[in-house]
């Protein structure tokens, strides 16, 4: 790392390379059946892996989970956030609804208890801002499939990718469809999609009315002590893009993401202090809006693999403010006005090559240009700008030893040059993967991976008001243990994992809860944990899926008694129902997480009550044309929090949404 030689990986017998899936493309391996493009994607059981062919699920060496079209509309989902949230090992953190965020406080989802662990991919292509990303802008009505592998992918796709990697892979062929929509809480849903098999583009606007009650905070200032809530209201979010297939090896593709949320918060009761402040009285009112442009450019063939990708986002947060949180005073004309850019733009180069009838070996090179700006407004001079260079280059190489025995061994050497301040970092990582056949429905495997995360500029010298600098911060580094079993018999698709994560310098933010700021900062991780799944496919059009995690995730901060601590919850519970039949679609699905706690900066965690996400979508088609389709969120109206650090943003109250769609 900075101004170290990197890190190998003892050892080399085993090893997860867990690096999911670009686009599909031959990698020629023994045992497939030849090469594949994009729009070869077979749906089942068989998906493109971390060896980047197609594979037979019970021939993957890793924790893979697939996520198809047709699930995701029979869920209900508006997004691919929607999508995700109750996945088997999949903890889910909201600050309001209809994916409503505060700036940089974006939703997220959390897989083995590593904050901010997962790396997003859309097509191959990472789609991340400053480490973070925005889920909700993608409608689900463009998404092809999602393709998740749990563990380390960082030799094959690099920074970020430490608990897991999600490729959402969007569709290349658009339906001809209109929809509208409208539910309770002033929910406003409307979209627009047109194309053939080579150019599509779409339009979807979504809003949430109002949601009082959102979240309650302390205060506890030298000159007032009390309590105030937060509401939140017009809710907006605009999804636009359009693709081009030029051939069956070349497409192209642009999608737009422009969303808004009102932020008013009020007293609510008064403690002690010298300024008389009311229950009543407003305390603060924020805006926050964000625009997220995103640009790619792919190629593929049977030995080549190629991308140029560009993303850019925006994010402003302004209001009133009525009492300082710095200096615990009125201030009857203070206003508060942040504004930031993130950008990101590179390519992906990639040659496929089968060696021999046993061997398959794969080479390539990537790099990747950040700029982070901390932008000037109306009531702040900030006008810093930072950018580095980050290049990668990687190795893999998949041996079949004999019909029942293949290992995959990979190298990558990552390092940034340009960077401000010559905070320039470097490492080389090392995986493989050891799968072996039991028969041709089963197997079982083992893999070890490291893994490691570049610090971002906007987490070392972003400033938005709340957020103080960490110049100061590290790269993280990790290793990743697996042992895993999986088998496909009689309609039901097993599986099973062990793992172990240790996470050295894990980067995460801290809130100073009694000045409301926050700093990122480095402390160690470590989880150890079992995954179980089951998805049957039953008969009369009843289909089935359940999943048990248990994971005991743990920190070691700085900044409490008493060492390692614990962080999110120990056991989850997930699983759905759905029912197929004529002209009928029904499903129901849950996720439970339970054993909790809640994580406080500079103080140890405290238990806090399981949640239980809830969701029930069902949709009438009366003829071929036309579908009406009602979900239902929160079906059980519970007072939840998804939140795992000291806050708490409730969930909204059972909430539905009536639409109806049109295909001409």
């Not at 990718?161 to 209109?178: L, P, Y």
Request: aromatic content about 12%; some cysteine; hydrophobic content about 30%.
């Amino acid at each position: 790392m900075r101004n170290q030689k990197g890190k190998f990986l003892a050892p080399l017998l085993c090893g997860a390379l867990l690096a999911p899936f670009h686009h599909v493309y031959a990698a020629g391996a023994a045992g497939n059946t030849g090469a594949q493009g994009l729009d070869t994607y077979t749906m089942g059981e068989v998906f493109v892996t971390a060896t980047r062919s197609e594979k037979r699920d019970v021939d993957v060496p890793a924790a893979t989970t697939v996520v198809t079209a047709e699930e995701i509309k029979a869920s209900g989902a508006a997004h691919a956030s929607d999508a995700l949230a109750q996945v088997n090992g999949f903890a889910y953190k909201s600050f309001g609804p209809n994916g409503a965020s505060m700036g940089t406080m974006t939703n997220e989802l959390n897989v083995r208890g590593a904050k901010g662990g997962m790396l997003v991919l859309m097509n191959g292509n990472p789609i991340s801002w400053r480490g973070k990303y925005n889920l909700d802008a993608i409608p689900a009505s463009s998404i092809e499939r999602i393709e998740i592998v749990k563990g380390s992918g960082s030799v094959l796709y690099g920074s970020e990718a430490v608990s897991g990697v999600i490729n959402i892979i969007t569709k290349k062929q658009a339906s001809n469809e209109v929809h509208a929509g409208f539910g309770n809480y002033g929910q406003r849903s409307a979209g627009v999609s047109v194309g053939d098999d080579r150019f599509g583009a779409y339009y979807n606007y979504d809003k949430w009315g109002r949601q009082n009650g959102l979240t309650y905070t302390d205060v506890n200032q030298t000159r007032f002590k009390g309590e105030t809530r937060t509401d939140i209201r017009d809710v907006e979010k605009k999804n636009f893009g359009f693709s081009y297939r030029v051939n069956p090896r070349l497409d192209v593709l642009f999608s737009a993401y422009e969303s808004s949320a009102r932020y008013q918060r009020y007293v609510t009761a008064r403690h002690a202090g010298s300024i008389p402040l009311t229950v009543g009285e407003p305390y603060n009112n924020r805006k926050y809006e964000s625009k997220q442009y995103i640009t790619q450019i792919n190629y593929h063939d049977a030995d080549w693999k190629g991308s140029l990708y560009f993303n850019t986002s925006t994010m402003e947060f302004a209001g009133p403010t009525y009492f300082s949180t710095r200096t615990g005073a009125r201030t009857p004309n203070g206003f508060y006005d942040s504004r930031e850019k993130n950008m990101t733009y590179g390519l992906d180069l990639q040659r496929t090559r089968q060696v021999n009838a046993k061997a398959t070996a794969i080479l390539g090179i990537d790099f990747e240009h950040e700029y982070y700006a901390a932008l000037p407004t109306a009531a702040s001079t900030e006008n810093d700008r930072y950018s580095r260079n980050n290049w990668g280059l990687f190795g893999q190489w998949e041996q079949r030893f004999d019909a029942r025995n293949t290992g995959i061994f990979g190298l990558r050497e990552t390092w940034t040059t340009g960077a401000a301040k010559r905070q320039n970092f470097h490492n080389l990582s090392a995986s493989g993967q050891w799968l072996h056949k039991l028969n041709e429905e089963s197997s079982i495997y083992l893999n070890v991976s490291q893994s490691f995360v570049m610090p971002t500029f906007a987490q070392m010298y972003g400033s938005n008001g709340r957020q103080l600098p960490a110049s100061d911060l590290r790269p993280q580094t990790g290793v990743n243990y697996e042992i895993g079993w999986k088998k496909n018999h009689g309609g039901h698709a097993w599986k099973a994992a062990l793992f172990h994560m240790n996470v050295k310098d894990n980067i995460t933010a801290k809130v100073n809860s009694g000045r409301t700021e926050y700093q990122y900062t480095n402390e160690d991780f470590r989880n150890t944990g079992m995954e179980l799944s089951c998805d049957i496919t039953g008969t009369r059009g009843f289909s089935y899926n359940w999943g048990l995690t248990w994971q005991n995730p743990e920190t070691n901060s700085t900044d409490v008694a008493g060492g390692w601590d614990r962080t999110f919850g120990k056991i989850q519970l997930t699983g759905g129902i759905t029912y197929r039949k004529g002209k009928w679609n029904s499903s129901l699905t849950a996720s439970y997480l339970g054993s909790r706690v809640q994580s406080p900066s500079k103080k140890r965690s405290y238990p806090t009550k399981p949640y239980l996400l809830t969701s029930w979508n069902t949709s009438y088609a009366p003829d071929e044309h036309s579908e009406i389709s009602l979900r239902i969120d929160n079906v059980l109206n519970r007072e939840d929090t998804t939140m795992h650090s000291g806050t708490v943003y409730y969930v909204a109250p059972v909430n539905y949404l009536l639409s109806y769609s049109y295909r001409f």
